[in-house]
């Protein structure tokens, strides 16, 4: 499957927000992240959780490459680069880890693929980027400092790029606090695909939660 780096990182920060997600059932999937691109937002993040959690993937990955090849699938939740390259082959087209880890970047830029590591310090960020990542995820984003470590850390590093994870809420305060800051792009999972919206099954629902986020970041940026 084809992969062009740049054309992914535009469109992380573009839309704003990365809709994070993972479940067992193929089927489920497939309608959430529909769900997600319908919303706005076709950069979307699966995490790597669960048994067979790849095979999963694969199933996802090989539907959207047949029926919309405009969604941007990628995979979380990676910790070593052997995993990594399991979703590499199946099609994903960005990494995410909790942590950050040398051979995954290096698998990574070999293959021209983002990659974004969990950061939660000023010289986990430095490192990061010495490896050659973009967008760094900011991990636990509310954990670590919050908007307040953002400012912080941009003061001094004007030209990083972060993507907070954990901490972020779909709505105007939380969204005007974050990216007032000056982050790029967010990570989103349960406060944007909801429990109770999935629960139902509620796949035009978790579309127009999807729209109004996406919707609310580009408001949030035009003020």
Aim: proline share 7%.
């Amino acid at each position: 499957m084809a992969r062009d780096r740049l054309h992914t990182l535009s469109a992380m920060i573009g839309q704003g927000v990365i809709p994070v997600f993972y479940h067992p059932d193929v089927d489920v999937c497939i309608s959430v992240i529909q769900a997600c691109a319908d919303g706005g937002a076709k950069c979307i993040e699966f995490t790597n959780r669960g048994d067979f959690a790849d095979e999963v993937f694969l199933e996802v990955s090989r539907h959207f490459a047949k029926t919309d090849p405009s969604v941007i699938l990628g995979v979380g939740s990676i910790v070593d680069a052997p995993t990594a390259a399991i979703y590499l082959a199946n099609g994903a087209k960005f990494v995410v880890g909790p942590m950050g880890n040398p051979e995954v970047a290096r698998l990574c830029n070999r293959r021209m693929v983002p990659y974004s590591p969990g950061c939660g310090t000023v010289g986990e960020i430095s490192q990061a980027q010495e490896w050659g990542c973009e967008i760094v995820k900011m991990f636990p984003g509310a954990s670590v400092g919050g908007p307040d470590f953002v400012k912080a850390v941009l003061g001094p590093m004007p030209w990083t790029k972060i993507m907070p994870t954990g901490g972020v809420e779909p709505d105007e305060a939380s969204l005007k606090a974050w990216f007032g800051a000056g982050i790029v792009a967010c990570g989103m999972g349960s406060g944007l695909i909801t429990r109770a919206l999935l629960e139902a099954r509620d796949y035009p629902g978790i579309a127009a939660r999807v729209r109004d986020t996406v919707q609310l970041i580009q408001h949030v940026r035009g003020a």
